[in-house]
């Protein structure tokens, strides 16, 4: 072989090597790349295995030891592996060191034996031949790089098995985790929902005998305002937690969702509940279908055109609209209010779990719903972002996939 052939072989070896992933792929690109460089017959791909030599692979014109494990000290592998060197044979049967036995049934009369990793070896790398040879100075040093490079893929392999097996552990920890803080908040917040109603009840029933009674006390009364008020919030609170725990449990069924007419009926819906309101609801004509959970975008839809008529109450006139339309892979749609807006240098905080941009006092409201929002359009493998001029507006925008898609059944 020419020494421009050689070369491109030691290339490709390099770039295979290089991209190995297993013990597997590093045995058989080593054992035909030792056969190629050197021209031999055969070549083994050794490893050490439990102070025995394991011939792990084999490339050669007639079987040799393919699966077979040796004792270090009665083989050539081992010699080499011991001596930390390596070793060329010429005539296999003038060697004491060579199990005649062994050899006898093999094609080989001359050999070489390259150990990866000489300081501390790890295998060896071995070529033989059928008849009687003296491999050159190149083709040892080509047989020194390939076990150098080996040596190092070897590691690389380690390092990224290692690697994996902790990711795939911590993975498995986190879910384990998560299942069971989601198991925890389903079941605190279920425990909860009872004794809250219970107190909201009280507090209404004491406020009502208050009223019966002619209580004039106005500090009672203010008393009795705030525990009801308390009781509304943790009620509000604990459904919350409940949507949250509900949202992790839920399996997507996917369906063509009609998001003009669903954003529509949620519309008028939350409208129907101030009737004192002026608000001006429209959703754009090009609101395309969306493919996608029903139940849970409905629940989205709910939480953006609840907090657009929430943060336009001040507002003398509100007007909340529903755009959307289709790009790419995916569709946009956008819930935009002309109400108290906020601090956009804080767009993406408003997202997180109880974070909240207003103050009760203004505007009530628990900080759960914007959260449980991106969620939902998480699980769609959609976006969210919000952007607002203060005391003018908030444009809400989410992307979900279209009603075409079909990768997303
Ligand atoms: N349409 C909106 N206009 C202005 N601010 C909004 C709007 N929607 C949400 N926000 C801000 O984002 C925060 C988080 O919203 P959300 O999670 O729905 O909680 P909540 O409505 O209970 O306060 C709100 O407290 C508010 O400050
Ligand atoms: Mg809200």
Redesign the pocket.
């Known amino acids: 072989m020419n020494t421009a052939d050689n070369f491109e072989n030691l290339v490709q070896v390099v770039q295979d090597l290089s991209l190995a992933r297993s013990l597997e792929s590093i045995t058989s690109i080593v054992r035909t790349a030792a056969r190629k460089l050197t021209g031999a017959d055969g070549a083994t791909f050794v490893l050490l295995d439990d102070n025995r030599c394991y011939y792990a692979d084999e490339d050669a014109i007639a079987p040799l030891w393919k699966g077979g494990r040796f004792p270090v000290e009665s083989c050539i592998s081992g010699w080499a592996m011991l001596n930390r060197q390596h070793v060329v044979i010429e005539d296999i049967y003038a060697d004491s060191r060579i199990p005649h036995d062994l050899y006898k049934p093999t094609f080989v009369k001359s050999l070489a034996m390259m150990p990866i990793r000489k300081a501390n070896p790890i295998g060896v790398i071995g070529t033989y031949w059928a008849h009687q040879y003296v491999p050159t100075a190149r083709e040892l040093a080509l047989l020194q790089s390939l076990a150098d490079m080996t040596a190092v893929a070897i590691e690389n392999v380690n390092l990224y098995l290692d690697l994996e097996n902790r990711v795939s552990q911590r993975t498995a920890e986190l879910e384990e985790a998560r299942k069971s803080l989601e198991a925890y908040s389903h079941s605190i917040s279920h425990d909860l929902k009872a004794p809250v109603r219970s107190i909201k009840l009280l507090a209404e029933m004491l406020s009502e005998r208050m009223q019966e009674l002619n209580f004039s006390d106005t500090e009672l009364t203010r008393i009795t305002t705030r525990m009801l008020n308390r009781a509304d919030h943790m009620d509000?609170l604990v459904a919350?937690l409940l949507d949250f725990a509900r949202l992790g449990k839920h399996e997507l069924s996917y369906t063509r969702v009609p998001m003009r007419r669903l954003a529509e009926e949620v519309g008028r819906e939350l409208i129907e509940h101030h009737p004192d309101r002026n608000i001006h609801f429209s959703v754009n004509e090009h609101v395309p279908d969306a493919w996608g959970d029903a139940l849970l975008i409905r629940q989205a839809l709910q939480?953006?055109i609840?907090?657009?008529i929430?943060?336009?109450s001040k507002k003398e006139s509100a007007r909340i609209e529903v755009g959307g339309d289709s790009v790419d892979e995916f569709n946009w749609y956008t819930?935009t209010?002309n109400?108290?807006?906020?601090n956009e240098a804080y767009a993406d905080k408003?997202?997180e779990?109880f974070?909240?941009?207003?103050s009760e006092k203004d505007?009530?409201?628990?900080?759960?719903?914007?959260?449980?929002?991106k969620q939902i359009i998480n699980r769609h493998h959609g976006k969210i972002d919000?952007s607002?001029i203060v005391n003018e507006?908030?444009v809400?925008r989410f992307t979900l996939p279209k009603s075409s898609s079909l990768s997303y059944t």
């Open positions: 509000a919350g939480n953006l609840g907090n657009a929430k943060y336009t819930v209010d109400g108290a807006g906020f408003l997202f779990t974070h909240r941009m207003h505007f009530d409201g628990i900080g759960i719903g914007l959260s449980l929002t919000a607002a507006g908030a809400f």
